[in-house]
């Protein structure tokens, strides 16, 4: 059988790192600024951030006129910083994300090289690039990127300290992060439980010599912990012993207690099965998911010889696993931090591995597969041949150029996948997935999501209700999403948004019974009143597959009670 050549790496390995880096920092910068926030997380935090800069109240976030409790303000205060830096919205909420995937990129290298060498950082790096949560949460306006650069500073930290300390000052930094994690989202602690699979290692004698005494410094990370939770947790306590605002101490009870405890223990929504985080490995850590066969036995071989550095970034990924399954509200990004310390505990093994010619073979056929189903869509799609993309393209009130636009972008990234699968018996097949990746993300970023922009984020519906209604018309909200309220072109009155629909609509009729000649109100259909005479009720359009109404001031009784609904208003989180 004749081999076909593979063409070595032009670059000095010294470069192999900074090229890496690079490439992800450029390919995911691409199309900043060309997107607004879109559901279900980028718009609720871009308004906390919003408030927080025109307020100047930077303690306790909000949406609309009430307290948002879901969620600590520290990702906010990022996006206000980023602003008031920037000083452009449509970059200033993306840049978080892309400055905590450019940081948790580098620790998972520079961790590495610390338990390693450098040609085994790089891999782990590009293990990590590769896999499609990474680059899914770096693209999103959302807090579990930042969650994870600081979990993965943790683990840094903790994991310098207890395999190759002692280092005191890297342990501090670590709890430190840990607890800036904590008020971030409550589950930054998680990367001290690294400490339970290092006893263990201690215990079987994997860990020797002075690193045997570094649990005697493990006490003095609890300042350090306290003082990262206390960056919020300080000031919140130092406004509640003075304020004595029951309405912020209702806001501290539902943030500490019910959106942390209870919500893990007993959720309310994204309940799933026990099994489901293994839906989430087999999709979204691909292609990394495929070299499981090969890796679970050689982790299992490294396990039984007592490397301690497997035995504790295994544990804790473990740990985390089980941790998350125990609850019984699960989503996808929960499982996200384990995913840089599996990376670093399969890096010693990807040379070895992608040298196999079974292992090159899954993974040009991953790449082959991916650029198929895209170039299958696109021309699908461009041809009218499968009329599905355009039945789903008008739920989503899609016009036609956007998809044109979109789908075009596919194309793009399937002929790219086709002439990189037809490259890997000459190129490296790491380097090959490197490079794809690299131009998925580019392009989802330049063509992607600026197509999409104008349906995913409400932009198209809220100009179409400022048309409408004229530029001195007044406009209220009922049972609305953070997106209309974002998108708006003007100042918006809202009821609350957790309020119960008929509650929100009490308040909706009397605010537009003082002026019914110059305010509207906007509504989502399922919740209109029967207060309203419907057949005045103007239809405006869809959006994030819902149907949306302008009802004028004048079409509204203001001497109607709206009743309960059988279905009222919640939260998404």
């Known amino acids: 059988m004749i081999r076909m050549p593979v063409l070595p790496h032009r670059l000095p390995p010294r470069w192999h790192w900074p090229a890496l880096l690079c490439l992800v920092a450029l390919s995911l910068a691409a199309g900043l600024g060309l997107r607004e926030p879109s559901p279900p997380d980028e718009p609720r935090f871009v308004l906390a951030a919003q408030h927080m800069v025109a307020s100047g109240d930077w303690l306790v976030p909000h949406r609309g006129s009430e307290f948002y409790a879901e969620k600590p303000p520290v990702f906010m205060w990022l996006q206000a910083v980023c602003y008031v830096v920037v000083g452009h919205w449509r970059v200033a909420f993306l840049l978080p994300s892309w400055l905590a995937a450019i940081a948790t990129l580098w620790l998972t290298w520079d961790l590495t090289r610390r338990l390693w060498n450098r040609r085994i950082a790089t891999y782990a790096a590009a293990a990590l690039w590769v896999c499609l949560q990474f680059g899914l949460q770096a693209r999103r306006g959302q807090i579990d990127m930042v969650l994870v650069a600081m979990t993965t500073l943790s683990l840094w930290g903790l994991l310098r300290h207890l395999l190759r300390g002692p280092d005191r000052r890297a342990l501090w930094i670590g709890a430190f992060a840990a607890g800036l994690g904590t008020v971030t989202k409550g589950v930054g602690f998680l990367p001290l439980l690294a400490v339970l699979p290092w006893l263990a290692a201690r215990r079987i004698g994997s860990v020797c010599g002075e690193r045997q005494h570094a649990a005697a410094d493990l006490p003095g990370a609890a300042a350090a912990f306290l003082a990262g939770t206390a960056i919020w947790l300080g000031p919140l306590l130092v406004a509640l012993a003075q304020r004595g605002d029951p309405a912020l101490l209702a806001y501290a009870h539902e943030l500490l207690f019910r959106q942390t405890a209870e919500r893990y223990v007993d959720a309310w929504h ?31 071989r490294r396990l039984r010889r007592g490397d301690a550095r497997t035995i504790v970034l295994l544990g804790w990924s473990l740990l985390v696993l089980a941790f998350f399954t125990a609850s019984p509200g699960k989503r996808e990004v929960y499982l996200f931090p384990a995913l840089p310390a599996l990376c670093v505990a399969a890096a010693p093994l990807l040379p070895g591995l992608l040298a196999r010619a079974g292992v090159r073979r899954v993974l040009a056929a ?68 490197t490079l794809f990746t690299a131009a998925v993300w580019a392009t989802y970023g330049l063509a992607l999501a600026p197509a999409l922009d104008a349906a995913a984020s409400a932009r198209a519906l809220m100009a179409r209700v400022g048309a409408r209604i004229g530029p001195d018309a007044e406009l209220g909200m009922v049972a609305w999403r953070e997106q209309n309220l974002l998108q708006a072109d003007r100042p918006a009155t809202d009821f609350g948004f957790r309020q119960p629909w008929h509650l929100q609509w009490r308040a909706a009729v009397a605010w537009a019974a003082a002026a019914p000649r110059s305010r509207w109100l906007f509504v989502l259909e399922e919740a209109l009143s029967p207060c309203v005479a419907r057949a005045d009720a103007v239809p405006i359009g869809a959006s994030n597959r819902h149907e949306w109404l302008l009802v004028p001031g004048t079409a509204v009784d203001r001497d109607c009670v709206t009743p309960p609904f059988a279905a009222a208003a919640g939260d998404a989180d």
């Open 270 to 300: 994204h309940r799933q099965p026990a099994w489901y985080y293994l839906q989430v490995i087999a999709t979204l850590w691909l292609p990394g998911a495929l070299l499981l066969p090969w890796l679970l036995p050689a982790w299992w």
């Open 366 to 433: 991953y790449l082959a597969a991916a650029a198929l189903v895209a170039l299958y869509l696109a021309i699908g799609g461009l041809s009218g041949l499968d009329g599905r993309v355009q039945t789903l393209a008008a739920q989503r009130g899609i016009d036609a150029d956007a998809l044109h636009r979109f789908l075009l972008g596919l194309l793009a990234i399937g002929l790219t996948g086709l002439l990189l699968a037809a490259a890997s018996p000459l190129l490296r097949i790491g380097t090959v997935l």
